[in-house]
């Protein structure tokens, strides 16, 4: 599996190019802006883009979903707990004082267990409800995808639509600290991370 991570918009969303180097066909998680330079890396790479995976529908991780489609004819990907949140990116950008455009429905929903593969690249989808209601998480090749789920050092916030706190915790400890310690955590903002330091250190996951 080769890796290219972008930073897009005022929000600095990292979008990720995953890409299968000999099929050349891939897969773009959370193309939340910036939508031009995310195709100038997946052209100048003469990728395949096969699906456009959707962490979750807040606006900043899918502002570029429209431009992205419609160039590479992608499949859009998310899970339906994020179904009308996809619907209201412009309302969700106005609360925040910030314009957004809308993106096109869905091709597929995704669930807990379903794989998306591209080329040799297999990712496991996990449901991680608790930043918002369909956030997902993608795993495999030795890292995961959490979206905005769990940082480095952090959570994701729980005070938007869909946000509970107590699902995010046990999303977070069910699905993603099960994992295995070296696991790279990639997150939907900030640095890098991993399964093990967030274990041992994370103050939301070891609060007493």
Do not use: W
Not at 83 to 112: I, N, Q, Y
Not at 138 to 143: D, I, K, R, S
Request: charged share 20%; proline share 4%.
């Amino acid at each position: 599996m080769q890796l290219a991570r972008l930073v897009v918009g005022p929000l600095q969303v990292n979008c990720y190019v995953v890409y299968d180097e000999k099929t050349k066909e891939a897969i773009v998680i959370d193309p939340g802006d910036d939508g031009q330079n995310i195709l100038h890396l997946v052209n100048g790479k003469g990728l395949k883009v096969k699906y456009l995976v959707n962490t979750h529908a807040h606006f900043d991780h899918v502002g570029a979903n429209e431009l992205l489609k419609e160039a590479t004819g992608a499949e859009l990907l998310i899970h339906e707990g994020d179904s009308k949140l996809l619907g209201a990116t412009a309302k969700e950008a106005r609360m925040f004082g910030m314009t957004a455009p809308s993106s096109p429905k869905a091709d597929r929903f995704v669930k807990h267990g379903d794989v998306i593969q591209a080329g040799a690249i297999a990712l496991k989808v996990l449901h991680t409800p608790g930043h918002s209601a369909g956030g997902i998480s993608l795993a495999g090749e030795g890292v995961v995808f959490t979206g905005d789920a769990l940082f480095a050092g952090s959570i994701g916030r729980t005070d938007l639509t869909g946000g509970d706190l107590m699902t995010l915790i046990t999303s977070i400890k069910e699905h993603l600290m099960t994992l295995p310690d070296d696991t790279v955590i990639l997150s939907g903002h900030g640095p890098q991370s991993t399964i093990g330091e967030e274990r041992r250190e994370n103050p939301f996951l070891n609060a007493r």
